[in-house]
């Protein structure tokens, strides 16, 4: 799991660059006001959903027994 992890962050470095870079275009200011819009975003977005309400930890699942496998049938 950590190599897929680290491949997609890894992964997108060059396109965050890139991005930031046609950014700066505007101005260094309004990149910087963009970038700490983004930052701000998730946070706000957190708060308004239903997890902020939530106290509990959702109670898992009962399993149901499997059966077991039939010898000779495919």
């Known amino acids: 799991m950590q190599a897929a992890s ?3 962050t ?4 060059p396109l ?7 950014l700066v275009l505007l101005g260094v200011r309004r ?8 930052q701000v ?4 977005l957190l708060l ?5 309400a939530s106290r509990d ?5 009962a399993r ?4 077991p496998a039939c010898e000779g049938n495919s």
């Open 6 to 8: 680290t491949m997609v």
């Open 10 to 13: 890894a992964g997108d470095r």
């Open 16 to 22: 965050g660059a890139a991005v930031a870079g046609a």
């Open 31 to 38: 990149t910087l006001v963009i970038g700490a819009v983004l």
């Open 41 to 44: 975003a998730p946070v706000v």
């Open 48 to 52: 308004a959903s239903p997890v902020r």
């Open 57 to 61: 930890m959702p109670a898992i699942p």
């Open 64 to 67: 149901t027994a499997v059966p």
